[in-house]
C-alpha cells in the first residue's frame, strides 16, 4: 500500500503561481512513477505531469509544457507540481497518483495508476 497527501492548493489570479506538494508514505520501494492529474467540473481526470520515481524522467501534457514542473525529493517521499502562469482553464482539483511497477510503464494513462491522493482545489481568477 501507498499513502499520498497532497497540499498546496488555493486561489490565485491568473498569471500567478503555485506549488503543490504531495508526500508518499508506505510501499515506496515498489513505486515506478508519480503523476499529478486533474478533474475540473463536468470533465474527465487528464493527465497533467509523471516523473519516475527512480530515474527522474518527466513527462507533461501539451497544455501544460514550459508553465508547470514535476520533481520529486527521494528524502523527503515526496513530489512536487511548480505551476507558473497559471489560466482560469488549469482550475481544476490536483490529484497526485501512484504508479506501481510490474504491469509496465505508463507514466501519462490514468487507469495505469494504482493509488490516488484525496485531491487538491486550485481556482485561477481571471
Known amino acids: 500500500q501507498v499513502q499520498l497527501v497532497e497540499s498546496g492548493g488555493g486561489l490565485v489570479q491568473a498569471g500567478g503561481s503555485l506549488r503543490l506538494s504531495c508526500a508518499a508514505s508506505?510501499?515506496?520501494?515498489?513505486?515506478?512513477?508519480m503523476g499529478w492529474f486533474r478533474q475540473a467540473p463536468g470533465k474527465e481526470r487528464e493527465f497533467v505531469a509523471a516523473?519516475?520515481?527512480?530515474?527522474?524522467?518527466?513527462y507533461y501534457a501539451d497544455s501544460v509544457k514550459g508553465r508547470f514542473t514535476i520533481s520529486r525529493d527521494y528524502a523527503k517521499n515526496t513530489v512536487y507540481l511548480q505551476m507558473n502562469s497559471l489560466k482560469p482553464e488549469d482550475t481544476a482539483v490536483y490529484f497526485c497518483?501512484?504508479?506501481?511497477?510490474?504491469?509496465?510503464?505508463?507514466?501519462?494513462?490514468?487507469?495505469?495508476?494504482?493509488?490516488w491522493g484525496q485531491g487538491t482545489q486550485v481556482t485561477v481568477s481571471s
Open positions: 508506505g510501499r515506496i520501494f515498489s513505486t515506478y512513477a
Open positions: 516523473i519516475s520515481w527512480a530515474g527522474g524522467y518527466t
Open positions: 497518483a501512484a504508479q506501481q511497477r510490474g504491469s509496465g510503464t505508463y507514466p501519462r494513462v490514468r487507469d495505469k495508476y494504482d493509488y
